[in-house]
Structures are given as C-alpha cells and as structure tokens.
Nanobody, 117 residues
C-alpha cells in the first residue's frame, strides 16, 4: 500500500501563487510516476501535471507555463508550484500515483485551492 498526503492548499487572490506538496509513504517501490489532478465543482476530475521518476514532466494546456511539477525522490515528495493563479483554477487538487504493472491508482485525500478576490 502507498499513502499519499497532500498539503498547501488555501485561499489566494488572482495572480497569486501557491505550492502544493504530496508526501508518499509505504510501498514506494510500487510506484514510479506521480501526478496531480484537480476537480472543480460540477466538473470531471482532470489530469493537470505528471512527472516520472527520472523527472520527465507533462502538463495540461490549461496550466502549462504557469504550473511546475517537481519531485524530491529522497523525501518521496512531489510538488506543484502554481503561479499566476486564476479563478478557474479553483478546485480540489489530488495527488495520484499509478501502481506499477497494474491499473490500480493510489489517491490522496485532496486539498482545496480557492482563487478569489
């Protein structure tokens, strides 16, 4: 089993920044890639950023250029630096890690990000 715990959400004004963290514990050897998803009210959960163990990253078009995903393998932690935040970035943000060789996904509990003046 892998446990994912997110932190760093909150209320921020438009144009502001936040950094989310996701700490992984447990059977870390069973995961390689880690991702960030978000789900806004009334919308489906969407993949916004991902990173492999080697540091290869990918982003959704909606956040590219504003968000940066990174990881510290020594701390088993992945980060999401969010800059130039917009009201439409308001959502619950979830950390995700697919289990190697399986369709199973580990999920964190989510952290709320609200962008409002």
């Amino acid at each position: 089993q892998v446990r994912l715990v997110e932190s760093g959400g909150g209320l921020v004004q438009p144009g502001g920044s936040l950094r989310l963290s996701c700490a992984a514990s447990g059977s870390i050897f069973s995961i390689i890639a880690m991702n960030w998803y978000r789900q806004a009210p009334g919308k489906q959960r969407e993949l916004i950023a991902g990173i492999t163990s080697g540091g290869i990253t990918n982003y959704a078009a909606s956040v590219k250029g504003r968000f940066t995903i990174s990881r510290d393998n020594a701390k088993n932690t992945v980060y999401l630096q969010m800059n130039s935040l917009k009201p439409e970035d308001t959502a619950v943000y979830y950390c995700n890690a697919p289990r190697i060789g399986s369709t199973y996904n580990y999920w964190g509990q989510g952290t709320q990000v609200t962008v409002s003046s």
